[in-house]
T-cell receptor
Framework: AQKITQTQPGMFVQEKEAVTLDCTYD???????LFWYKQPSSGEMIFLIY??????QNATEGRYSLNFQKARKSANLVISASQLGDSAMYFC?????????????????FGQGTILTVHP | GAVVSQHPSRVICKSGTSVKIECRSL??????MFWYRQFPKQSLMLMAT?????????EQGVEKDKFLINHASLTLSTLTVTSAHPEDSSFYIC???????????FGSGTRLTVV
């Protein structure tokens, strides 16, 4: 069974508009972490935002915010004021596993990814 | 901080030869390293997890004799693709867990082309 699901293979948005990238997850572990990464054509993985399962508030990082709906097991990424440089592939990922000393050693499971294209 | 340096960034090799990819943690000790493979426009698929001083743990369906992983020190993990074939052509990327909300640091990836 797919643990992380991104149902939007591709998304288009006009420059300066906001866009929401969908992500749903499945886990029975009460302690987990959700990540969003941006991967431009160069291939590097750029960390965007993190949400812990026990976090009470939705995470925000600059133009990025995470709409965390725990009961629905969704963790959608909202990008506000899109820029041309936001065009890239975006991945949602989930970490389950053991945390020791503040560092989790659990593996990341990635969703299928969404290719975002920002139009001028 | 918490940088993983991955080399080479690109490599082209002939079928039947072996290729070694290195990931070095530059400013921290990586007791664990995750190795992923990614085909164009697809997700990152975990191949194996290496732990310093012990045998790597391979994901189901990954041939351990073909993808040799070594994690001999706290700063170096290597992936060797043995007897490479064109179907092994892919983007390989390593990742290590780090403290804090960032969670993980990634190498810059290796684009392998087998001809």
């Amino acid at each position: 069974a797919q643990k992380i699901t991104q149902t939007q293979p591709g998304m288009f948005v006009q420059e300066k508009e906001a866009v929401t990238l969908d992500c749903t997850y499945d886990t029975s572990d009460p302690s987990y972490g959700l990540f969003w990464y941006k991967q431009p054509s160069s291939g590097e993985m750029i960390f965007l935002i993190y949400q812990g399962s026990y976090d009470q508030q939705n995470a925000t990082e600059g133009r990025y915010s995470l709409n965390f709906q725990k009961a629905r097991k969704s963790a959608n990424l909202v990008i506000s004021a899109s820029q041309l440089g936001d065009s890239a592939m975006y991945f949602c990922a989930m970490r389950e596993g053991i945390t020791a000393g503040g560092t989790s050693y659990g593996k990341l499971t990635f969703g299928q990814g969404t290719i975002l294209t920002v139009h001028p | 901080g918490a940088v993983v340096s991955q080399h080479p960034s690109r490599v082209i090799c002939k079928s039947g030869t072996s290729v070694k990819i290195e990931c070095r943690s530059l400013d921290f000790q990586a007791t664990t390293m995750f190795w992923y493979r990614q085909f164009p426009k697809q997700s990152l698929m975990l191949m194996a997890t290496s732990n310093e001083g012990s045998k790597a743990t391979y994901e189901q369906g990954v041939e351990k004799d073909k993808f040799l992983i070594n994690h001999a020190s706290l700063t170096l993990s290597t992936l060797t693709v043995t007897s490479a074939h064109p179907e092994d052509s892919s983007f390989y990327i390593c990742s290590a867990p780090v403290g804090g909300a960032n969670g993980y640091t990634f190498g810059s990836g290796t684009r392998l082309t087998v001809v």
